[in-house]
């Protein structure tokens, strides 16, 4: 058992940057791999960051490239999502996720086996 909670969400201007954090308790971070996924409104879930078990790789959606970058720090159990040059349409509710079977990155969000309770992100123009 595994549980995520996000930290950092809000309501920030076109422009600007956020940092979202995910706390994870339950078994050893260390040893699984994890990622964000937003869902926007109106709108499917979707795949936006992923990071390897210990942080060596990591892959991202291409609507985020450049702009969004994931990195995790296992001393304190934590992901982190950076996110720069934020446009309305990034508003969603995101989610950290984690992938305790696998060692290879996925965008495909059906690998994640727990999930946290999301954070908004409100980007206004």
């Known amino acids: 058992q595994v549980q995520l909670v996000e930290s950092g969400g809000g309501l920030v201007q076109a422009g600007g940057s956020r940092r979202l954090s995910c706390v994870a308790s339950g078994r050893t971070f260390s040893t699984y791999t994890m990622g964000w996924v937003r869902r926007a409104p109106g709108k499917e879930r979707e795949f936006v960051a992923a990071i390897s078990r210990n942080g060596d790789r990591a892959i991202s959606a291409g609507s985020v490239k450049g702009r969004f970058t994931i990195s995790r720090d296992d001393a304190k159990n934590t992901v982190y999502l950076q996110m720069k040059s934020l446009k309305p349409e990034h508003t969603a509710v995101y989610y950290c996720?984690?992938?305790?079977?696998?060692?290879?990155?996925?965008?495909?969000?059906?690998?994640?086996?727990?999930w946290g309770q999301g954070t908004q992100v409100t980007v206004s123009s």
């Open positions: 996720a984690s992938d305790l079977h696998g060692s290879q990155l996925y965008t495909k969000i059906e690998v994640y086996d727990y």
